[in-house]
């Protein structure tokens, strides 16, 4: 054991003998001296930890930048600002939902319809060239005694005296355009 050694647990014995009155063994004395070792190393690595925990702090508080706000115009502008964005998409979504399944809804009618009627599909020019009215809460077709020649789809009937029949065309074999 190195003199400057010997002399540190000497001295470490006489401050336990004058501090509790008893004399402390070697072996003690010993196994103290390196407990006050290792305790000066973890000492030293706790400093350097806390040092860089202080620059990173330090980092942190100067990236960060200091929202304050000072009324409740401010504080009602931010959450405004916050909240319309998303209400706006909800709305928009809940729009497109309604949309899509009043669309899908009239589809599956416009779908019934059609295998319900087979012949819906002559009747297409009368539904796009005629003329309906209402009276008295009861809708009516508005159609004019057809004149000589050909008679206009939706426009147009023919009266059939022999056998008593109104006779409405379906559909046009000219070439010329319907009018109103």
Same mark, same amino acid.
């Given at each position: 054991m190195s003199e400057e050694i010997g002399e540190r647990l000497n001295r470490l014995k006489g401050k336990?003998?004058?501090?509790?009155?008893?004399?402390?063994?070697?072996w003690t004395s010993m196994v103290l001296e390196e407990f006050r070792e290792l305790f000066e190393q973890l000492t030293g690595q706790v400093?350097?930890?806390?040092?860089?925990?202080?620059?990173?702090?330090?980092?942190i508080r100067k990236s960060q930048r200091?929202?304050?706000?000072?009324?409740g115009k401010q504080a009602w502008?931010?959450?405004?600002?916050?909240?319309?964005?998303? #209400?706006?998409?909800i709305t928009l979504i809940a729009i497109l939902?309604?949309? *899509?399944?009043?669309?899908? /809804?009239?589809? @599956?009618?416009?779908?019934? #319809?059609v295998n319900t009627y087979e012949n819906l599909k002559d009747y297409t020019? *009368?539904?796009?060239?005629? /003329?309906?009215? @209402?009276?008295k809460k009861v809708r009516y077709l508005v159609l004019k005694i057809a004149p000589e020649g050909e008679p206009t789809p939706g426009l147009?009937?023919?009266?059939d005296s022999?056998?008593?029949?109104?006779?409405?065309?379906?559909?046009?074999?000219?070439a010329r355009k319907t009018a109103k």
């Open positions: 336990y003998a004058q501090k509790y009155g008893t004399l402390m063994d070697d400093k350097d930890t806390t040092e860089i925990i202080k620059e990173a702090q330090f980092k200091v929202f304050q706000i000072t009324s502008l931010l959450g405004l600002g916050i909240a319309v964005p998303i #209400a706006a998409a939902i309604f949309y *899509l399944a009043y669309t899908e /809804r009239r589809f @599956e009618e416009i779908r019934n #319809a020019v *009368l539904s796009q060239n005629g /003329r309906v009215t @209402e009276k147009h009937f023919v009266f022999k056998k008593q029949e109104v006779l409405v065309p379906l559909n046009q074999k000219s």
